[in-house]
């Protein structure tokens, strides 16, 4: 397959987790499922395990944890599901979760998230949202790249969102402070990161056997929109062009993430962008589907590394 050659499977928005790994064999098989615990990550932790991998949850609930694994254990027979405790927005958790990782990694599936949060900041001073979703979620890859190395051929599962529309990486205020905080201009900014976070790490990683991909995993209900009444959804979705949501299940919204995690047919594919199961085309104006230019733009995928870096430096 050429770097050009779009990757298109036989998935549509309606399939499932566990379709798309029906007949994949990960016994053996390492995989580490952040914010496991709740929504798709549940699904997407489910379908793994069921096909033989070892699952961690890594959660910052322990009590839902450990709620969700004996679930994941009952419905799957697969003993092999853990719980570890992961808070993406405390740089001490992400270290102490690395530090204690110990062994391959095949498999990191960056799906936990926070979504148009009233404006909080960590003890830094940062965003959340950037905190949580893009800064954690790079400390803890970075954190894992010798155990991802070791894996020969893991893959990072970067959850973005179709919100990456809404903005790029606004590297010149990245944290709000001279702008307005916007709650979707802040959780656009993030997932756009998610993207370009692929983009640079397949760059640097590749040669580690390691690619990363990201996706949008469609509309689905769950605690994403704990923070939004139902007419600031219906806003959201009219400012944004959209007629509507065709909202999936929880099984359904697990799928790409499962898809990119575990296809054949992404086999040494890094740094794009997938929905509904298969690599997305570039966004179209007025549309909401499809990638952004600017979160595959690979000058902005290094910028964003290294002031991620900076950031996280002691
Ligand atoms: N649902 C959608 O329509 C949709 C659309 C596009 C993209 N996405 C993306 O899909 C991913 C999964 O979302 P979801 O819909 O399944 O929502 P969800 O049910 O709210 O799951 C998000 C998970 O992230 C965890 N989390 C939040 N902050 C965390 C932190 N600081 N440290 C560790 N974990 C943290 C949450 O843990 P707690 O339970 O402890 O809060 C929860 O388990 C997100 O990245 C989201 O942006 C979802």
New binding site residues.
């Given amino acids: 397959m050429t770097e050009t050659t779009h990757v298109t499977t036989p998935f549509t928005a309606t399939s499932t987790a566990a379709e798309v790994v029906d007949g994949i064999d990960l016994t053996g098989r390492r995989v580490i499922v ?9 699904e997407t932790a489910r379908a793994l395990a069921g096909a033989g991998a070892e699952v961690t949850l ?4 322990l009590g ?1 944890g450990e709620r969700t694994a004996d679930d994941i254990i009952a419905t799957t027979g697969n003993k092999q599901v853990l719980v570890a405790p ?5 740089q001490a ?1 992400v270290a102490s979760f690395t530090a204690a990782w110990d062994g391959p990694l095949h498999i990191l599936v ?6 148009a949060s009233p404006e909080t900041r960590t003890p830094e001073g940062w965003e959340l949202q950037f ?3 893009h800064l ?1 979620h790079f400390a803890l890859a970075t954190g894992l790249h010798r155990a991802l190395a070791a894996a020969g051929g893991a893959r990072v599962v970067s ?5 990456h529309l809404s903005s790029p990486v606004v590297f010149e205020d990245i944290h709000f402070r001279e702008r307005a905080y916007e709650p979707w201009a802040a ?1 656009g900014q993030s ?1 756009t990161a ?1 993207v370009l976070f692929g983009v640079e790490a397949t760059r640097r990683w590749a040669s580690d056997g390691i690619t990363v991909n990201a996706l ?11 923070h939004i009444s139902q007419e600031e959804l219906d806003r959201a979705i009219a400012a944004a062009g959209g007629t509507g ?1 065709t ?2 299940t ?1 099984e359904q ?1 697990a799928a790409t993430s499962v898809l990119v995690a575990t296809s054949p047919l992404l086999e040494g594919i890094g740094g794009r962008y997938f929905e509904d199961c298969n690599e997305a085309g570039r966004n179209q104006p007025g549309s909401r589907s499809g990638v952004a230019a600017y979160a595959l733009d690979p000058e902005a995928a290094a910028r964003l590394w290294q002031v991620s870096i900076e950031t996280l430096a002691p």
């Fill in positions: 952040t914010g496991g615990a709740s929504g798709i990550g549940v890594a959660v910052r609930d839902a992961l808070d993406l927005a405390d958790s960056n799906n936990a998230g926070v979504m905190a949580t979703n954690g959850v973005s969102s179709s919100a959780y997932k998610n949008m995993p469609g509309g689905i209900r769950t605690n994403l929109q704990r949501i909202w999936k929880p919204g």
